[in-house]
């Protein structure tokens, strides 16, 4: 079983940056290595959107449009982590933010608890 856990959330003005961090633990973490890993996230009353996702040996990488050029995902395998540098922050950015293992552009196998995005204009 694999347990993500998602920080690095807050409260950020329209243009400014925030880096999430998501930390994977627990027994079969020893093999986050051999997952993508994707970020998604989903505002109030919206559907749950891909955001972002990296592939096992981190050298394919896949955005959703509305976050190209301003987002950037990575996977340090060695520390059982991924990230997401978010830059140029929009209020339409306002979300909460999940990181999946397993991830595909619909899902993933395994999710963490979410943490809070909030760009103010």
């Known amino acids: 079983q694999v347990q993500l856990v998602e920080s690095g959330g807050g409260l950020v003005q329209a243009g400014g940056s925030l880096r999430l961090s998501c930390a994977a633990s627990g027994r079969t973490g020893r093999t986050f290595s051999t997952y993508a890993m994707g970020w998604f996230r989903q505002a109030p009353g919206k559907e749950r959107e891909f955001v972002a996702r990296i592939n096992w040996s981190g050298d394919r990488t896949y955005y959703a449009d509305s976050v190209k050029g301003r987002f950037t995902i990575s996977r340090d395998n060695a520390k059982n982590t991924v990230a997401l540098q978010m830059n140029s922050l929009k209020p339409e950015d306002t979300a909460v933010y999940y990181c999946?293992?397993?991830?595909?552009?619909?899902?993933?196998?395994?999710w963490g608890q979410g943490t809070q995005v909030t760009v103010s204009s």
């Open positions: 999946a293992a397993g991830a595909t552009m619909k899902g993933g196998d395994y």
